[in-house]
């Protein structure tokens, strides 16, 4: 199993950035997704997930309304778009494969090394 996320990197409060996760060595449309985040210091947190077809997505209550995960099962890509970026925002983000509809780092058993994002003027 591998991921591989790009795409992160400086941004001004109230910009964008777009995440992507690059999956090999699995069946990916057969797998759940998500996105954690950890800032310095910090624990990893939920940051959003995804079933198996993209229809069905869930997120932490921060970044409900400013983030989106989507995925391409043709490309085996995982995406997370943020928008309305803050300095609370800034965090190595981690994309992982594991149990659909869970928030649990513990329930995911795959995990790529990371993309920074930081968040400042």
């Known amino acids: 199993v591998q991921l591989v996320e790009s795409g992160g990197g400086l941004a001004q409060p109230g910009g964008s950035l777009r995440l992507s996760c690059a999956a090999s060595?699995?069946?990916?449309?057969?797998?759940?997704m998500g996105w954690f985040r950890q800032a310095p210091g910090k624990e990893r947190k939920f940051v959003a997930g995804?079933?198996?077809?993209?229809?069905?997505?869930y997120y932490a209550d921060s970044v409900k309304g400013r983030f989106t995960i989507s995925r391409d099962n043709a490309k085996n890509t995982l995406y997370l778009q943020m928008n309305s970026l803050n300095p609370s925002d800034t965090a190595l983000y981690y994309c992982?494969?594991?149990?659909?509809?869970?928030?649990?780092?513990?329930?995911?058993?795959?995990w790529g090394q990371g993309t920074q994002v930081t968040v400042s003027s």
């Open positions: 060595g699995f069946t990916f449309r057969s797998s759940g």
């Open positions: 992982a494969k594991g149990r659909v509809g869970s928030i649990e780092a513990r329930r995911y058993d795959s």
């Open positions: 995804i079933n198996l077809s993209g229809a069905v997505t």
